[in-house]
């Protein structure tokens, strides 16, 4: 088992860590175009019974 | 006799209505007609600008959607290669549907398209009792679904489709399906094809298990199960990534079309309009004319 699926991440967790810290340590004028791709506004609401339910925003 | 002589009545009196509305509509609404003109051609020039601007993302999303492709047909073809399919369902009741859509409409049937598919899905299954859940992602496929198929939602992703997706936000996507447990499940987008056409498919979601138990695995060197767990993951985050640039890529190019439609259909009404009012405009002319002509007639 490795280490970072002992500290409770999955893969995707796990990449998704490795590509900010690449995109952090990548030179200043690639940089701009990375941070792009490092943002997410993907909101969630879970449903119960047929309707939403608004216990996590 | 009641019953026959009524209806004549309404006609002759929705006729008289009819007349007294032409006759209005031909002479005194000038106004009324250059009003309607104006918007219209307000419509239409927004249309041709929403055009514009879907245009400009399209060509951005066709870019992004050819460096996202390996990762959907890498996954779709190690499926195919090991011959790794669904379970054969046996009482198996933890289904889950993927619905990729996104929040904003004008775009055509793309999200109907997707909610059609799945409808007919889950027509199969008793309301009561959901056997199958779904994952909305974008608040259009919420929309068409929640009416009938309330029951059988899961969770709701908005936020979709102002900015081109991200494989964050795949992972985020990914990081809730994984949290609801499913046993098989599948994938049901918009798959881009030409600026004109795409086509609603399937992708289908396999857990670890089924993805081992492959019948021709042996073609793949050194995998055991923490590999295995590991690209499981990774397979549901590509998948998504890969479904939701190819359905924005579509909805894009299907709402190019949708607008460019639109104001081909405004630039028509334009030209009927004007054409009304130019008439409506003599009409108005002729009729002052005769009424000064004749009152003049009429002191000699």
């Known amino acids: 088992m490795s280490y970072w699926r002992a500290a409770g991440l999955n893969y995707v967790n796990y990449s998704n860590i490795a590509a900010k810290v690449v995109r952090r340590v990548l030179k200043p004028e690639l940089q701009a175009n990375a941070a792009k791709r490092d943002e997410t506004h993907v909101k969630f609401t879970p449903w119960v019974k047929g309707k939403p339910s608004n216990e996590k925003a | ?300």
């Open chain 2, 1 to 300: 006799m009641m019953m026959i002589s009524k209806p004549t009545t309404m006609v002759v009196c929705l006729k008289g209505a009819a007349t007294g509305q032409q006759q209005n509509r031909n002479m005194a609404t000038l106004k009324q007609i250059s009003m309607r003109l104006k918007s219209v051609t307000n419509i239409q020039k927004i249309t041709q600008s929403m055009k514009m601007v879907s245009a400009a993302k399209y060509a951005r999303a066709e870019r992004e959607l050819r460096q996202a492709r390996p990762y959907g047909e890498g996954v779709r073809a190690f499926f195919e290669k090991s011959g790794a399919t669904e379970a054969v369902e046996t009482g198996d009741d933890n289904k889950l549907i993927v619905a990729i859509t996104s929040d904003r409409g004008l775009c055509g049937a793309v999200h109907t398209n997707v909610a059609k598919t799945i409808r007919n899905e889950l027509s199969n299954e008793s309301v009561e009792s959901p056997q199958s859940k779904v994952f909305c992602v974008g608040d259009k496929s919420r929309a068409l679904l929640q009416r009938l198929y309330a029951q059988n939602i899961a969770v709701v992703a908005n936020e979709v489709g102002r900015k081109p997706p991200t494989f964050l936000d795949a992972s985020k996507v990914a990081n809730e399906l994984v949290q609801l447990n499913f046993n098989s499940g599948k994938i049901v987008f918009n798959r881009f094809k030409t600026v004109v056409s795409y086509q609603t498919e399937e992708v289908p979601l396999l857990s670890a298990k089924t993805m081992l138990a492959a019948p021709k695995l042996q073609l793949y060197d050194s995998i055991d199960q923490g590999v295995m767990e590991s690209y499981q993951e990774f397979t549901v985050a590509a998948l998504l990534y890969y479904t939701m640039k190819e359905s924005a890529c579509s909805e894009q190019s299907s709402r190019m079309t949708a607008m460019d439609n639109a104001s081909k259909n405004a630039a028509e009404m334009i030209g009927k309009l004007t054409l009304t009012f130019n008439r409506t405009r003599q009409a108005v002319i002729t009729r002052e004319l005769i009424e000064i002509i004749s009152g003049a007639a009429a002191l000699e």
